[in-house]
């Protein structure tokens, strides 16, 4: 199994910055992609960023030039760091992690850190 475990969320003001911490264990060398997606209520989880193995990076168009995913392969983190925030921005952030064992693919989710952007 991979287990995931988000931190860095809070409050902040619009125009501010965050970074969010994904802290990845188990299985970690089996681990494709992770990806950061958020939540808002009522709504369905839609994908903010992501990168690969490979390090290739992918946004979704309202974050591209206000954040970078990265990672720190010797700390099995990735990170998601977050500039010129919006109140549009707020919801909870959940990590993803995209992994293949024993020739299945399947993924794994952290428990989420709440973003809040005040105006």
């Known amino acids: 199994q991979v287990q995931l475990v988000e931190s860095g969320g809070g409050l902040v003001q619009a125009g501010g910055s965050l970074r969010l911490s994904c802290a990845a264990s188990g299985r970690t060398l089996h681990i494709e992609s992770i990806a950061w997606y958020r939540q808002t209520p009522g709504n369905e989880r839609e994908l903010v960023a992501s990168?690969?193995?490979?390090?290739?990076?992918n946004y979704a168009d309202p974050v591209k030039d206000r954040f970078a995913i990265s990672r720190d392969n010797t700390k099995n983190t990735v990170y998601l760091q977050m500039d010129n925030l919006k109140p549009e921005d707020t919801g909870v952030y959940y990590c993803k992690a995209d992994w293949r064992w024993a020739g299945r693919a399947t993924n794994s989710w952290g428990q989420g850190t709440q973003v809040t952007v005040s105006s």
């Open positions: 990168i690969n193995s490979g390090g290739i990076t």
